[in-house]
């Protein structure tokens, strides 16, 4: 057996503590070999952030706007699809929850998106706006990307409604979505689907998010930018 002398030690020490911070600032390092180099060239680091605002926009009269979230606690796992809809003024006119199966995260978000529509076609509303935070499923529903066999059924059926009334599908980043995302996880507490129709039906917190959203509060979203681009 190999005998540990000091200076092996600490070349052992300096081996480890340099792979492990290559591997977490990758982007950073220069290929810093000491403990001294590791430290002066992360004392030197300033991480780069983008800054953009988020908030929930209103509709022009005429127009209703329908959140939509889909949510797998496992992808797959146990699953749940939730919608609200508001008016101009940014009034709720209806709210949803459904519980599903267990599904893969881009499933729920497509069957959430398939309620939405069905919910304002029964409704009667004709020329809505859906907003979802999946980019992914607004890159399918307006061509852009191919869609995958798994929500080919949820797109066909969303595209026939869409042949029937006026459908716009946009994204929104999470944090403009935070209504549909808090009736998603209401599934959970109410253990099943339920439905609301009213502004005075739905719990407190729903209640102050949409008060929230009407006085057109904005949210930071901080994004690091100098993380090195994936391969």
């Known amino acids: ?31 810093p070999q000491t403990w001294p180099q590791i430290v002066a060239q992360l004392d030197n680091y300033r991480p ?24 797998s606690k496992g992808n797959p796992g146990p699953s749940s699809a939730s919608l609200c809809e508001r008016d101009h003024s940014g009034n709720l006119v ?23 529509v069905q919910y ?5 509303f004709h020329q809505i706006v859906i907003e979802t935070n999946s980019l992914s499923m607004v890159n399918i529903l307006n061509g852009e990307w191919d869609s995958p ?32 995302d808090f009736f998603g996880n209401l599934v959970s507490v109410n253990a099943g689907t339920y439905e609301f129709n009213s502004f005075q039906e739905v719990p407190r917190a729903a209640k102050k998010i949409i008060n929230f959203d009407k006085c057109n509060t904005q949210y930071i979203r901080i994004k690091q930018t100098d993380f090195p681009s994936s391969n």
Not at 100 to 113: F, G, M, P, Q
């Open 120 to 124: 304002c076609l029964d409704k009667h």
């Open 48 to 71: 780069s952030f983008h800054h953009t605002i988020v908030r929930w926009c209103p509709l022009p009269t005429g127009l209703v706007k329908c959140n939509t979230d889909g949510a």
């Open 94 to 116: 209806g709210a949803k929850g459904v519980k599903l199966t267990d599904s893969s995260n881009l499933v729920v978000e497509a069957t959430a998106i398939r309620e939405g």
């Open 1 to 31: 057996m190999e005998a540990l002398t000091l200076g092996k030690i600490i070349s052992e020490i300096n081996s480890h503590i340099y792979k492990l911070v290559k591997l977490r600032f990758n982007w950073v390092m220069n290929s």
């Open 149 to 180: 066999l798994s929500v080919t059924m949820e797109v066909n059926s969303i595209n026939r409604i869409k042949n029937t009334i006026s459908v716009r599908v946009q994204h929104s980043f999470r944090e403009g979505n935070t209504l549909a």
